[in-house]
């Protein structure tokens, strides 16, 4: 196998038969292939001996100051670095330049900045903590469990407010046009209600702030957080958001203590890094069948820990996000748009006619009402006014209430 010398004289590769020599007989390998002394050779993992100064500051590095533990112990397999310090005056000759393969090339820029794509852990999101609408997320999780029984993938785009400590409330879930299968969620999303969406979203004084999805019963069976697949739509969706507090919420089954099944809700940020790549286009998007779900493919190799890799585990790209609820300014009563059973006008009427003893105003304070309303009206000037009058509980204007009670009595 080979491993990597890295030390003040630059990257050089060692051979080695057997990977699980010693280091004493590690040692020997470098005095032999690379022509200093192993008295002159102190080693670590620690990629920081190289910034040590001084003797009494290299000894401070005693990970691999046993001679006879064996570098498998240590996690030394193909293709590791091993950091070298040494006081040994040589000579250096430069390699042999070739346009292909892993070792002794001419650096191009792509290797530059590969070098400088370190993939490790994001310990502290940018999202404080994420709040969802009780009625928001009961009614987005029930039609999951009672009607789609979580067989097949469902998702949604969560619209809220973002405070400037970076907390995330979620106030009303909206679901595209989509199809799910037991691993794919492909969203088929139109443009046009996008935008009638985010002119409701502006009346009433919010945003998109993340996205929601579920996971099957299939792929509770399957050892992953998220999979390859989830990890490349949701970095693709945080990274078109532009939100840094963006927040990417999975749905699942969780058997509980007496064996039955509970809805379980998990809130995460993608890190500054996984969005960073896609936006790269390192991501290998084409996932095959045989890919391991676990892990996200590069199309270039990044660092993980002292590796150089093209293949990362997807928990590196996760961020946990608190959660909490609330209860949220709107209803979530009014049937949901593109679902399997279509919203009419009758369900409109119904609405109504269930509501009657109340304001006019509360009436109609359901994101999923205005959705169905802002189809027929002017998207500019009515839509934002309409959705205003529900966000200030103000009186609707008698044009719009008669426009709407003529709607739902045209069913």
Same mark, same amino acid.
């Given at each position: 196998?080979?491993?990597?010398i ?12 057997? &990977?699980?020599i010693?280091?004493s007989?590690?040692?020997t390998l470098?005095?032999?292939q690379?022509?200093?002394a ?6 670590s ?9 001084? &003797? ?8 691999m100051?046993?001679p006879?533990t064996?570098?498998?112990a240590l ?9 070298l ?12 330049f ?7 090339r001419k650096?191009?820029m792509?290797d530059?900045i590969?070098?400088?794509?370190r ?12 709040s ?12 999951v ?6 067989a ?9 407010t ?5 907390a995330?409330?979620?106030?009303f879930?909206y ?7 037991e ?5 088929m999303?139109?443009?046009?209600e996008?935008r ?13 702030v993340?996205?929601i999805f ?8 399957k ?25 990417t ?18 809130a995460?940020?993608m ?8 936006k790269?286009?390192w991501f290998?998007?084409?996932?095959g069948?045989?890919?391991? &779900? ?9 660092v ?20 909490l609820?609330?209860?949220g300014?709107?209803?979530s009563?009014f049937?949901?748009?593109n679902?399997i059973?279509?919203?009419t006008?009758?369900?409109l ?7 009657k ?7 109609i ?11 027929f009206l ?5 839509? &934002? ?7 200030t509980?103000?009186a ?5 209430q ?10």
């Open positions: 196998m080979l491993i990597r890295r030390s003040r004289d630059g990257l050089e590769r060692l051979t080695i038969d057997n &990977p699980h010693t280091i007989q590690l040692k470098i005095q032999h690379l022509h200093i192993i008295s002159s050779q102190t080693l993992t620690n990629q920081n001996l190289l910034l040590a100064k001084t &003797p009494a500051d290299i000894a401070r590095f005693t990970d100051s046993d006879q064996p570098i498998s996690g030394i397999d193909h293709g590791s670095i091993v950091y310090a040494h006081d040994t005056q040589r000579s250096v000759s430069g390699p042999n070739s346009p292909s393969g892993s070792f002794g650096m191009t792509d530059l590969a070098k400088q794509m993939v490790s852990r994001q310990e502290t999101p940018h999202c404080a903590s994420v969802f609408d009780r009625d928001a997320a009961n009614a987005f999780q029930n039609y469990n009672e009607t789609l029984a979580f097949v993938k469902r998702g949604g785009f969560m619209y809220g973002v405070a400037d400590d970076g995330v409330e979620v106030d879930i679901e595209p046009p989509q199809q799910g299968t691993e794919n969620l492909i969203l999303r139109d443009c046009d996008e009638l969406v985010d002119a409701i979203a502006i009346g009433l004084g919010m945003r998109r993340g996205f579920t996971q099957t019963i299939s792929q509770n069976k050892d992953y957080t998220m999979s390859n697949r989830e990890v490349i739509q949701a970095a693709e969706l945080h990274g078109e958001s532009e939100l840094k507090e963006w927040v919420a999975v749905v699942k089954l969780e058997v509980n203590e007496d064996g039955g099944a509970d809805v379980h809700f998990e995460f940020q890190s500054d890094m996984c969005v960073r790549l896609f790269g286009d290998e998007t084409d996932v069948e045989e890919a391991d &779900p676990k892990l996200s493919r590069m199309k270039k190799e990044v993980v820990g002292v590796k150089d890799t093209r293949e990362v585990d997807n928990d590196f790209f996760l961020v946990l996000v608190k959660i609820d609330h209860q300014p709107l209803s009563t049937p949901i748009e679902r059973t279509q919203v006008m009758r369900a009427k119904n609405h109504l006619d269930r509501a003893n109340l304001p006019f105003v509360k009436r304070s359901d994101f999923h009402i205005l959705l169905l309303l802002s189809r002017d998207i500019n000037s009515d839509v &934002p006014a309409l959705a205003e009058c529900v966000q509980q103000s609707v204007p008698e044009g719009y008669l426009l709407i009670e003529s709607l739902a009595s045209a069913s």
